[in-house]
């Protein structure tokens, strides 16, 4: 479908058609597990505070329904595009079928730059496209999460707009609420921790001393900064990091409370004293074990995937490695990948238990929801590690066809209407 073209899309068109030709998926069903389901553009006009009226473009695209409500994160950056949220959603289905989740996927964004906008002005955005999309979601229907750029406080604007159009507190519409507003509990830590938790299984897999190594993390928002504290916890030395402002290097590892108390201060990591300052790009080439990249889509290419340097690439983010990439890492077996669908599950695994808790008003402790994230996860690395290694195939390949066969599955027994 022309609407969604992007390389994103593309991308992620390319990687299904790979798992199709291994599953020997027929032709005639592609399209149907392939393309989006519904989506929806709409013009999101608001005031500024210096009194001029500006008109964002916002998204969503629900991938597909056969298994329950869709699920997946808004995200606010300047570059969204219809085609890269579409690519976004259809992740989010492989990714909730893999791990059992009775959702499909989906995904939203607003074109937009949130650190130039005032918390006024983000809350008029935020309002406005709840206000939008109010037809198209609901806790049966689709719910949102945070994704780049958005947060606590975005997800209780939006429940608060449909609540009130509601006429009742519909805590159930967002994941990734305050706890006070009937989020989670390890609902903000649960990607990083999750990306921690596999890294440690990757280092047991691959026989790598995880209290020996050393680790890299590029993007040091929500994911990544929990991925690298998580990291630190299990013993590993974190030597850089870095957000879209730059990196920071130090071969003796970085002290991450102090950098805590730097981010908190300044915004960014940039700056950071104990530090030399080094680029985005070079940054992913540095010698390490652990390579977290946890910022944006098509970071490890075809220019630079034969220059890594490290034993383990866990994709915290989305889409972070293209599929030319893939094909150079293919041939480096001395790589071990945690693949995207897998690495970063924890995040839906955790709104998922937060939807629940909502949907029964009855909420657990922290201990119960991290015991039952890291069994969730141990269940899906299990079922990869043994797929990659019986079928002797890349563990993205057998992450992704165990989550594409589940929905080719549902989508057969269900049938096809009328
Ligand atoms: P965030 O907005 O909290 O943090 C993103 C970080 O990336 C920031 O530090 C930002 O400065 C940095 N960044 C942006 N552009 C960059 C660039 N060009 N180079 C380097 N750094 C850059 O977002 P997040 O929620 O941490 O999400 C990060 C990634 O993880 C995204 O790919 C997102 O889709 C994925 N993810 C998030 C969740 C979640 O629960 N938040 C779940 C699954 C996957």
């Known amino acids: 479908m022309e609407i969604y073209d992007h390389p994103t899309f593309r991308m992620a068109c390319q990687q299904f058609e790979l798992v199709a030709d291994h599953l020997e998926i027929p032709h005639g069903e592609r399209d149907r597990l392939k393309l989006p389901k519904r989506s929806l553009t709409v013009a999101l006009p608001i005031h500024r505070d210096d009194g001029s009226t500006q008109v964002f473009t916002g998204y969503r695209v629900q ?14 950056h300047p570059d969204v595009k ?76 939006m429940m608060d707009t449909y609540s009130v159009h509601a006429g009742h507190t519909v805590p159930s519409i967002v994941t990734g609420k305050p706890v006070g507003l009937g989020g989670s509990l390890g609902r903000r830590e649960a990607t990083g921790r999750g990306v921690a938790y596999l ?8 026989g790598l001393d995880l209290g020996k190594a050393t680790a890299i993390v590029q993007g040091y928002g929500n994911v990544g900064s929990i991925a690298a504290l998580s990291l630190a916890r299990y013993g590993a030395k974190i030597i850089a990091v870095s957000d879209v402002r730059g990196g920071i290097y130090n071969e003796n590892g970085l002290d991450l409370w102090k950098l805590e108390q730097h981010v908190a201060e300044q915004k960014t990591v940039s700056g950071f004293p104990d530090a030399a300052p080094i680029s985005n790009e070079e940054l992913l080439l540095l010698p390490c074990d652990i390579l977290v990249p946890a910022a944006l889509e098509r970071q490890i290419t075809e220019a630079n995937a034969g220059k890594i340097q490290c034993h383990i690439l866990a994709e915290a983010a989305n889409g972070p490695t293209t599929p030319e990439a893939d094909l150079i890492l293919n041939q480096r077996p001395e790589i071990f990948i945690i693949p995207d669908v897998l690495c970063n599950a924890g995040g839906v695994i955790v709104s998922y238990f937060e939807w629940v808790q909502d949907v029964q008003s ?55 209407f009328p």
């Open 63 to 76: 991938h597909y329904l056969t298994l329950g409500p869709t699920k997946g994160g808004l995200r606010y």
């Open 199 to 206: 890294v440690n299984r990757a280092t047991d897999t691959i």
């Open 82 to 157: 219809l085609g890269e949220v579409a690519a976004l959603a259809m992740w989010m289905s492989w990714k909730c079928a893999l791990t059992g989740l009775p959702y499909g996927g989906a995904k939203g964004g607003v074109a937009c730059d949130p650190h130039t906008l005032s918390k006024v002005e983000l809350e008029r955005l935020t309002r406005r496209y709840t206000q939008e999309m109010i037809p198209f979601i609901g806790p049966q229907t689709d719910i949102m999460a945070p994704d780049l750029g958005t947060n606590e406080q975005v997800m209780a604007w």
């Open 362 to 416: 009855f909420f657990w402790g922290e201990t119960e929801v991290v015991d039952k994230l890291f069994r969730s996860l141990e269940t899906a690395y299990t079922q990869v590690l043994a797929t990659s290694r019986k079928q002797k195939i890349p563990m993205r390949l057998a992450a992704l066809s165990l989550g594409i066969k589940r929905v080719q599955e549902a989508k057969r027994i269900r049938g096809l």
